[in-house]
């Protein structure tokens, strides 16, 4: 009998380089356009001294069966913001928009820097265990999670308006690519929200 997937915070350095690998594994410039379109794909690059960083800052979510991570769902403060090229323009975007009459670079909110399962473990719920897990960690210091999804990873919109998040904005970056901006209220209902 397998082992059960628990949900729990990466920490440690080996977990780190596993989510490197699952990131490296899923890059829209690894994955073919079938798989990509059905299955998702991310965008964004990082390295281990920089997940280390992060981690020190605001530690990640992973879906972990015994030692092997099967998904990862990358926490990221905005201190970060000009570390990842990628995600620079993201951020100076979503701060300046609007919510609930102000500018969302005026809240408190954690940004939801990537999430991703191993192919073996799709179809298992595991983004809304992370995110569930991800809300319950940090919802007493953040109001909202933010993320931006690539207009193109269909998958990745479905996945995120299941778990409760709302489009905030749909944009152009410089290099030409569509993204929409999505926000996650994490007052919103919290009456009785245990970890877990």
Not at 95 to 107: F, I, Y
Not at 124 to 137: F, I, Q
Not at 157 to 174: C, K
Request: aromatic share 8%; net charge neutral; charged share 25%.
């Amino acid at each position: 009998m397998e082992a059960p997937i628990k949900i729990t915070l990466a920490r440690k350095d080996y977990q780190l380089k596993q989510i490197l690998a699952l990131q490296r594994a899923n890059l829209l410039d690894s994955v073919d356009a079938d798989t990509a379109s059905a299955q998702g794909f991310v965008t964004a690059t990082h390295d281990l001294p920089l997940l280390q960083r992060m981690t020190a800052a605001a530690a990640s979510v992973i879906a972990i069966r015994e030692r092997k991570v099967l998904g990862y769902c990358l926490a990221m403060t905005r201190d970060f913001s000009q570390d990842i090229p990628a995600l620079t323009y993201l951020i100076e975007r979503q701060d300046g928009v609007m919510h609930r009459g102000q500018l969302l670079g005026e809240s408190e909110y954690l940004i939801m820097g990537q999430i991703c399962v191993a192919e073996e473990a799709r179809g298992l719920r595991l983004p809304d265990r992370m995110y569930k897990y991800l809300r319950a960690c940090y919802h007493l210091r953040y109001t909202y999670c933010v993320t931006a999804i690539d207009a193109r990873n269909t998958r990745s919109q479905r996945v995120h308006e299941r778990v409760g998040f709302e489009e905030l904005d749909r944009f152009t970056s410089a290099d030409g690519r569509d993204w929409i901006l999505v926000i996650w209220n994490w007052r919103d209902g919290m009456e009785g929200f245990e970890k877990g």
